[in-house]
Nanobody, 115 residues
Framework: QVQLVESGGGLVQAGGSLRLSCAAS????????MGWYRQAPGNQRELVAT???????NYADSVKGRFTISRDNVKNTVYLQMGSLKPEDTAVYYC?????????WGQGTQVTVSS
């Protein structure tokens, strides 16, 4: 059984920063592509960033240059450093662990950016 537990969300002013963390239990972390997704009210869940087991990263155009995804394979944790936050970044942020035939999701953490 794999569990993903997100933390670090909260309320921040526009232009501020937050760091999200996602701690993974189970033995799959090192083999997984880890990702962050977000879902704003009334919108579909969308990709924010991913990082492969080898450290290759991918970002949504809307966050390039502002967000950084990283992983610690000793702590089984993936991070999302968010900077220059905008009100449109407000959403529930979800952690995802993906293998070729299975994916796992965390429960989500709320990020609210005030103008």
């Amino acid at each position: 059984q794999v569990q993903l537990v997100e933390s670090g969300g909260g309320l921040v002013q526009a232009g501020g920063s937050l760091r999200l963390s996602c701690a993974a239990s189970g033995s799959i972390f090192r083999r997984s592509t880890m990702g962050w997704y977000r879902q704003a009210p009334g919108n579909q869940r969308e990709l924010v960033a991913t990082i492969t087991s080898g450290g290759n990263t991918n970002y949504a155009d809307s966050v390039k240059g502002r967000f950084t995804i990283s992983r610690d394979n000793v702590k089984n944790t993936v991070y999302l450093q968010m900077g220059s936050l905008k009100p449109e970044d407000t959403a529930v942020y979800y952690c995802n662990a993906r293998l070729p035939h299975v994916a796992y999701w965390g429960q989500g953490t709320q990020v609210t950016v005030s103008s």
